[in-house]
């Protein structure tokens, strides 16, 4: 089976928790700014879609080269066997972006990408009208960094945090991929209780459940290399059996959400049942500051609203204080806030043991972190 040079992209500053996704499934990587790379075969690619839980897309690098100008940047696609990847009929959309190149034009970037696939592939062919484009969805981007051009194909199609069991979410939700890089970077370990006392629509505990119990992200959703005949489609049928045989629903959780709005609550419940956790996660309607616990050394993740976010900035900084003196009652839990307010510490009552800048979607954010005592 022929090997890929790839590429997982990632949000900035989880690079590195998908790089160590990667190192645990086994392969060599080389971590770069929204992006890890790594070598696979059609068996890794879907290996790779099904199992990564803080990646994006996963992507074949399909050329790489310098061009400064319209015709280099055509004769070195042209050059390129596309032939050996798209069937006469794929619909091969191109998107693009250019930093601090000569080329800076990304409509323009595109149109010439677009082109000069189109003629290698009517050339090939012997074909003298337009190509169809009614087979797969094979989409390609071109990246133009320095001068320096990256051509890709992505073989996700729609992002890897769509992992297809929200059905209905808030007004603000938290994406799946980011929700469970936040799990990742706390303590949280399976036999820990676990708590989010503004949860939402659930994700972050969703995604804390199927990590406890094993659960591939990416098993009940399809991706666009499925459909591809020349990348070995009967390998999909397999990581997915494989993924499904290593889920382990023996393990008891203790996870707990809360929110004051009810209807959230009843969404939650909803997602946690679609994607298959519903008997793991407690979900109550509670208000912040009602919540009392006698067990330790627990985690409490949460994604509370912003000021920019759902609540107006006094809401959100009576919120914070609130917070403080409810979690300060627990001092053997360690406790992560999510926040884009430059102020939450002082509201908050407390200065953070660490502190990680991460991107919500565009919003720059902090993930402020207080290690509880431990055992």
Avoid at 105 to 125: E, G, L
Avoid at 227 to 234: A, K, R, T, Y
Avoid at 307 to 326: F, S
Wanted: net charge neutral.
């Amino acid at each position: 089976m022929k090997t890929y040079p790839l590429i997982a992209t990632a949000a900035a500053g989880i690079e590195s928790l998908v790089n160590n996704e990667l190192k645990n499934l086994g392969y060599h990587t080389q971590v770069e700014n929204g992006r890890v790379r790594f070598e696979g075969t059609a068996k890794d690619i879907a290996k790779t879609n099904i199992q990564l839980r803080t990646a994006d897309r996963i992507k074949i690098i399909f050329g790489e080269f310098n061009a400064k100008s319209f015709e280099s940047l055509f004769d070195q696609t042209y050059a390129l066997p596309w032939e050996e990847v798209l069937p006469l009929n794929a619909e091969f959309p191109v998107s693009g972006k250019s930093i601090k190149s000569q080329l800076h034009s990304v409509p323009n970037v595109q149109r010439i990408v677009k082109k000069a696939i189109a003629k290698k592939m009517m050339d090939y062919y012997h074909r003298k009208n337009p190509l169809s484009e009614t087979g797969s969805l094979y989409p390609i981007e071109v990246a133009i960094l320095k001068d320096h051009v990256l051509l890709t194909i992505d073989t996700s199609g729609s992002s890897m945090f769509k992992r297809g069991y929200r059905t209905e979410k808030g007004g603000a939700p938290l994406k799946e991929n980011m929700a469970a890089a936040l799990v990742m970077l706390t303590t949280w370990y399976p036999d820990r209780p676990l708590y989010d006392p503004t949860c939402g629509s659930g994700t972050i505990l969703i995604e804390a459940a199927m990590i406890g119990h094993n659960i591939a992200p990416g098993l009940n959703r399809s991706f666009a290399a499925e459909s591809w005949d020349n990348l070995h489609p009967e390998v999909w049928s397999e990581v997915r059996q494989e993924a499904k045989a290593a889920i382990n629903h023996d393990i008891e959780l203790d996870i707990l959400g809360t929110d004051i709005d009810g209807r959230m609550i009843e969404i939650a419940k909803r997602n946690a049942e679609a994607a298959g956790v519903g008997n793991s996660i407690e979900f109550k309607q509670m208000q912040l500051s009602d919540f009392r616990t006698d067990k330790e050394f627990g985690i409490l993740i949460c994604n509370p609203p912003y000021g920019d976010r759902l609540l107006d900035q006094e809401e959100v900084e009576a919120l914070y204080q609130q917070m403080g003196k409810v979690y300060n009652q627990m001092p053997t839990w360690s406790k992560y806030i999510l926040s884009s307010h430059e102020g939450f510490e002082t509201f908050y009552g407390e200065k953070a043991t660490k502190k990680r800048k991460l991107y919500n979607g565009a919003l720059k954010v902090d993930f402020y972190q207080y290690w509880g005592k431990k055992k």
